[in-house]
């Protein structure tokens, strides 16, 4: 079948087949029990919605991972609710995967402790950069879909994520990841309006500039040779 060069879970990346994908896909949607833990909010988006396959309800669902958290709204239709716990399953398998032990130990003691969102946002950028090598299409093309069904779901996202959507689709955050500094520029947002308590993260850019062969080299399957 046709090869998808990334997985896109957050710090494990492998060459499968697309069949594969997908089957690891149905693999972590029936990991139910994962879907009351609250979820991980690196709000890497672009990975989430590549591995979460062809459905629109799982892309959306694996965006609306990030503004979800404890147990799933009663009111949330049942496959947003499943693009949900696939979210919250791909970040509970990634986040004790050896890759992302691996790849977070790359970030200076200094952000150590954010080390998890700095990374995941460095593999958006690079899977935006690099998009011929790991996605379908064009990314424009791509996240013009993913926009498009932002809006299809606009009536049953929570205020907060809809806020969130269309700012994305307003000034193409997605499509702009494939520029370093709009990464840099996000990291530095998420200083100061994301997390509530005091933290390193900005200026966190200059640990992707340490070391961007690094990041790439995990990001194309090949971390065993760069770690």
Do not use: C
């Amino acid at each position: 079948g046709q090869e998808l060069k990334l997985l896109a879970v957050p710090a494990v990346f492998a060459v499968v087949g697309l069949r594969s994908l997908r089957h690891i896909s149905r693999i972590l949607r029936d990991l139910r029990a994962l879907s009351d833990q609250p979820p991980y909010s690196p709000m890497n988006f672009l990975a989430h919605a590549l591995l979460a396959g062809d459905e629109p309800a799982d892309r959306i669902g694996g965006l609306l991972g990030d503004f979800v958290k404890g147990p799933l709204p009663a009111g949330l239709p049942p496959d947003l609710a499943a693009g949900v716990a696939l979210h919250r399953a791909i970040d509970s398998f990634a986040d004790r995967h050896p890759a992302f032990i691996a790849s977070r130990a790359r970030i200076s003691p200094l952000r150590r402790r954010v080390g998890g969102v700095l990374v995941d946002l460095f593999y958006d950028h690079l899977l935006a950069r690099d998009w011929s090598e790991h996605g379908f299409g064009t990314l424009e093309n791509y996240n013009a879909q993913l926009y498009a069904a932002l809006d299809d779901f606009s009536a049953v996202l929570p205020e907060r994520a809809w806020e969130v959507a269309a700012r994305m689709r307003a000034y193409d955050w997605l499509t702009s990841y494939r520029h370093a500094e709009a990464v840099g520029e996000a990291i530095d947002r998420m200083a100061i309006y994301r997390l509530r308590r005091a933290n390193s993260l900005a200026g966190g850019l200059e640990e992707f500039f340490a070391d961007p062969e690094g990041f790439a080299a995990r990001l194309r399957g090949q971390g065993h040779r760069a770690v």
